[in-house]
């Protein structure tokens, strides 16, 4: 009997120890997922500066030295919009755009304007551009009414440069140089259905099913350890019945 108890005791201890186990690979499970953030060297960049300019610049540079002059005020280096995050790029002086004889009522004249207190994001991934389906028709629409206190003041190419550098920030530019006829073929979401199709597929299936293996293999465990327990707590007991 003394030899049993021990035997038993001895089963317990593994159970703790195989429940430890389990419950440390949960924890490790889940701690590891959240990526460690990447450090983040923004203070350093100057986000008001000029891009760098190149010797022989292509249709992309000067759209992004344009963008630079022209539309980043308002529509922020990222074509975020005029977000409070970009506005306090700004130096102080400048931050309160809607201020009375700023941007708000009662501009100065004779060159004083005055700008809608929510300036939309112009990059999609930042949101915006949800009324046009082709670049060709942000160009048309850029062409005609921005920038905003002097629309139509560029040229049709300094227009097109623009679109290649909002296009480069989208990730559908492909490098070539755009055209008045050419930007009309370009779609401003050209994998819409694939990536819909994707998130459906990818995301719900891996989560739940990642869920259900970390708790079935620690039920399997646990069920394993109080298997054999009882298993050879019933052999002691029958061999001492049958001494
Ligand atoms: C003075 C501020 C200002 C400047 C400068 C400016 N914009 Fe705008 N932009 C606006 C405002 C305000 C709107 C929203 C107008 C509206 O909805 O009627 C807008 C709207 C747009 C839209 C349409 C966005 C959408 O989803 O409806 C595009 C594209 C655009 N701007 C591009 C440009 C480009 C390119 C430049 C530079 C050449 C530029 N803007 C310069 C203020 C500005």
């Known amino acids: 009997m003394r030899y049993f108890i021990l035997v038993l005791i001895f089963f317990v201890l593994l159970l703790g120890v195989v429940f430890e186990m389990a419950m440390a690979q949960d924890g490790v499970t889940a701690v590891t997922p959240p990526p460690s953030p990447a450090p983040q060297s923004t203070p350093t960049v100057d986000r008001l500066a000029p891009p760098p300019t190149a010797e022989t610049p292509t249709q992309l540079d000067e759209g992004a030295y344009l963008y630079w002059l022209y539309c980043i005020p308002c529509h922020g280096d990222k074509g975020q919009g005029l977000t409070d995050e970009w506005r306090m790029q700004y130096p102080e002086e400048d931050r309160y755009c809607w201020n009375s004889t700023c941007h708000g009522s009662n ?19 930042h949101g915006g551009l949800e009324r046009f389906d082709t670049l060709g028709e942000v160009y048309y629409y850029t062409r005609g009414s921005m920038p905003l206190e ?33 930007i009309l073929g370009v779609r401003l979401r050209p994998d819409e259905v694939i990536a819909v199709e994707s998130t459906a597929t990818v995301a719900p299936v891996n989560t739940p099913k990642n869920v259900t293996t970390i708790s079935s293999d620690l039920l399997g465990l646990v069920a394993l350890a109080f298997g054999a327990v009882v298993v050879i707590g019933g052999v002691f007991v029958w061999r001492r019945q049958n001494r």
Do not use: C, H, K
């Open 150 to 182: 002097l629309p139509g003041r560029l040229t049709d190419e300094e227009y097109l440069a623009i679109m290649a550098f909002l296009a480069n920030e989208m990730g559908i530019w492909e490098g070539q140089d755009y055209s008045a006829q050419n």
């Open 107 to 125: 501009p100065p004249q004779p060159y004083g304007f005055q700008i809608p207190t929510v300036v939309p994001p112009i990059v999609i991934p």
